[in-house]
């Protein structure tokens, strides 16, 4: 098995040197410690980073990574470990929508779509503080369609579920949001 090795783009690069796009700490963490070289397993080792697969999605899909190669595993346990937790969110993420989403109406419902969007806008920025989470508020904000919103849900949920405000209402405030994303 293989392992992937992420680099820094100009963009990476650039939010290193002026934070210009609003990274929260663990992210801007897990971006200054992307170097080309490091593994996965290297990664999963920096502390506080409870879901390092999420961070490194978002960091992606944001444009401030890329996979610049990957690495043999030398122990099959470690390749094992490492796929373990990749599986089940890619899982989630493809299927999630025929078992964690609700069914999508044949017709765009402008409203319900607003609504799950401002849901999480507002959840992010009770729970976070309006500066706990811009990028994500900011990719939440440019999305135009439902399966876009549920592209971000594992960040979404991530970035609030460590709060003591989640672990109060964290049940409720998911269940109400997958009603309407």
């Known amino acids: 098995m293989t392992t992937a090795i992420f680099g820094k783009t100009p963009k990476g690069i650039q939010e290193v040197e002026t934070k210009a796009n609003g990274l929260s700490m663990i992210e801007r963490w897990v971006l200054i410690s992307v170097d080309g070289k490091r593994t996965f397993e290297d990664l999963k080792a920096l502390p506080r980073v409870n879901d390092l697969n999420a961070v490194l999605t978002l960091l992606e899909t944001g444009g401030y990574i890329r996979k610049v190669g990957s690495s043999s595993a030398s122990v099959a346990n470690a390749a094992a470990n490492t796929a373990t937790p990749t599986t089940p969110n890619t899982t989630n993420a493809a299927s999630g929508s025929a078992t964690r989403f609700r069914e999508l109406p044949a017709r765009f419902d402008p409203a319900t779509f607003n609504m799950a969007k401002n849901f999480m806008v507002n959840t992010l920025n009770a729970f976070k503080g309006f500066y706990g989470a811009t990028s994500l508020v900011r990719s939440i904000d440019h999305c135009q369609t439902h ?19 989640w672990q109060k209402q964290g049940a409720d405030l998911q269940k109400k949001l997958l009603d309407v994303i």
């Open 147 to 165: 399966e876009e919103l549920r592209d971000l849900f594992d960040a979404w949920h991530e970035s609030i579920s460590g709060t003591r405000q």
